[in-house]
């Protein structure tokens, strides 16, 4: 399968360094693997093999390579200045691509600039539209909320192949990953937290509800959340508002990249599942396209709220209530939508079998439109 950014990649890497992230096993390897055929005498190099790692801190790869894959590079002390020097002294049209996991992320924001000399793109998990071939778009979804949006288990095409998978996945995430960022003693208290989070997923967190059921103070609920975050396991989505203060007050909802691990029925997998769709859509066109996009949601002092809110260069552009089965309009997205004029409302329902347009308001297969996304 050739996966959505392999054509990106290709391109950028034309043009300067590339970066790759994602979640674990989201597929940066293979991807990069694929675009090795692309170039001649391309060499992988994992800082976490041991002989690569000889190779990568002697400088003793091919010099006639086309193109260089560095993966976990990161984890290589003063591993910007290294690179920075890499291809500021790179012969005449050699690649650099570099890989990592999502730490690379975080330790990318700081020290040793590399402004100027790499594109970074940002892998997310398949989509109605990368698994067009395989199924329907309504099958696609119906296999994103039971399987998630994983490579691996969603392949497997095995609901018991994928909780195989996604206990492992988990175990070794815990002992490896999130030990980077806390302490030992901690371990336990982060997966309670996560553990709750599983069944709060399409719902404004309480930091002082989670604080209260683990023991644990507000703040360190909140530093929890931040590695959750830094790991790509979940991300957050805050309310939306001309005035930034203001929606930062409010509490954030809260979602899982792999729709597979929450703990809900088929109404919030499904929002889970647009979700995940619409921040990979978000950020290729923000990574690849450079627009300025974000996605949040809406919601009122009185408690009217609706899903998710697209937002390009600063103006309102699409308000979507996800729906499994429900044809009535939302009475949320109506009050929005008269808010917001110049928006296109719509309203997403699974169980759809024909679009429909009433009082403004798109009535779509969530499938079909997902699909429509294109990537």
Request: glycine share 6%; proline share 3%; net charge positive.
């Amino acid at each position: 399968m050739k996966r959505y950014l392999y054509d990106q990649v290709y391109k950028d890497l034309k043009r300067k360094m590339v970066f790759i992230t994602g979640p674990r096993q989201i597929g940066k390897t293979f991807l990069a693997k694929q675009v090795m055929k692309e170039f001649n005498n391309p060499q992988y190099l994992n800082y976490d093999n041991f002989n690569d790692s000889k190779i990568i801190q002697r400088m003793s790869w091919r010099i006639n390579s086309g193109l260089l894959i560095f993966d976990e590079i990161h984890k290589m002390k003063n591993w910007k200045m290294f690179l920075k020097g890499i291809y500021d002294g790179r012969p005449e049209n050699q690649a650099i691509l570099v890989t990592g996991s999502t730490r690379l992320d975080t330790f990318r924001q700081t020290g040793e600039s590399l402004a100027g000399r790499y594109f970074h793109l940002r892998l997310n998990p398949m989509s109605v539209k990368e698994l067009e071939n395989f199924y329907s778009p309504y099958e696609a979804v119906e296999k994103l909320n039971l399987l998630g949006g994983f490579p691996e288990p969603m392949l497997s095409n095995s609901e018991e192949d994928a909780l195989r998978w996604r206990n492992q996945y988990y175990v070794d995430l815990i002992r490896e990953d999130i030990l980077e960022f806390g302490k030992l003693n901690e371990i336990r208290n982060m997966k309670m937290l996560l553990e709750l989070l599983r069944s709060s997923v399409g719902s404004p967190l309480s930091y002082s509800s989670l604080a209260e059921d683990i023991q644990i103070s507000p703040n360190t609920v909140k530093r929890y959340i931040q590695i959750l975050e830094n790991l790509h396991i979940i991300f957050l989505l805050t309310p939306y508002h001309k005035q930034l203060a203001r929606a930062i007050r409010r509490e954030p909802k809260l979602y899982f990249f792999d729709t597979g691990l929450i703990k809900a029925d088929k109404g919030v997998k499904l929002e889970n599942t647009v979700a995940v769709c619409l921040r990979k859509y978000s950020e290729y066109q923000r990574d690849a396209k450079g627009k300025d996009i974000s996605m949040h949601y809406l919601k009122t002092k009185e408690g009217k709220e609706v899903d998710f809110a697209i937002i390009i260069e600063d103006e309102l552009k699409q308000i979507i209530e996800v729906k499994l089965s429900d044809i009535k309009l939302s009475k949320s997205l109506l009050f929005f939508s008269k808010q917001f004029p110049g928006a296109e409302a719509i309203q997403l329902i699974h169980n759809l079998r024909h679009e429909q347009y009433l009082n403004r308001i798109n009535l779509v297969p969530a499938g079909e439109w997902l699909l429509r996304l294109g990537i």
